[in-house]
Nanobody
Framework: QVQLVESGGGLVQAGGSLRLSCAAS????????MGWFRQVPGKERDFVAA????????NYADSVKGRFTISRDNAKNTVYLQMNSLKPEDTAVYYC???????????????WGQGTQVTVSS
């Protein structure tokens, strides 16, 4: 089992920045690819970013490329999502997830956090 806890969400003005963190406990963190997804009420949970266990390969949704950066610190069992140049359409609940592959396919992830709200005001 892997337990994931997100933090760092909040309210920010458009153009601002936030850094989300996801702390993991349980099995060996570096064995897992990590992903970030987001969800707006009434819509599907959408892929944001993912990276491999070593952190050497990343994958981003087109909507966040050049603005968001995913990274991890395996010594701290933590994955981060640095979000810059935020837009109102980035408003959502953000979830981190752990699984065997750094994929955009949410069904390939085995473990999920509880989510953290990000609200971007215009």
């Amino acid at each position: 089992q892997v337990q994931l806890v997100e933090s760092g969400g909040g309210l920010v003005q458009a153009g601002g920045s936030l850094r989300l963190s996801c702390a993991a406990s349980g099995r060996t963190f570096s064995n897992y690819a990590m992903g970030w997804f987001r969800q707006v009420p009434g819509k599907e949970r959408d892929f944001v970013a993912a990276l491999t266990g070593s952190g050497g390969t990343t994958n981003y949704a087109d909507s966040v490329k050049g603005r968001f950066t995913i990274s991890r610190d395996n010594a701290k069992n933590t994955v981060y999502l640095q979000m810059n140049s935020l837009k109102p359409e980035d408003t959502a609940v953000y979830y981190c997830a752990a699984g065997p592959y750094a994929t955009y396919v949410k069904e390939r992830y085995n473990y999920w956090g509880q989510g953290t709200q990000v609200t971007v005001s215009s």
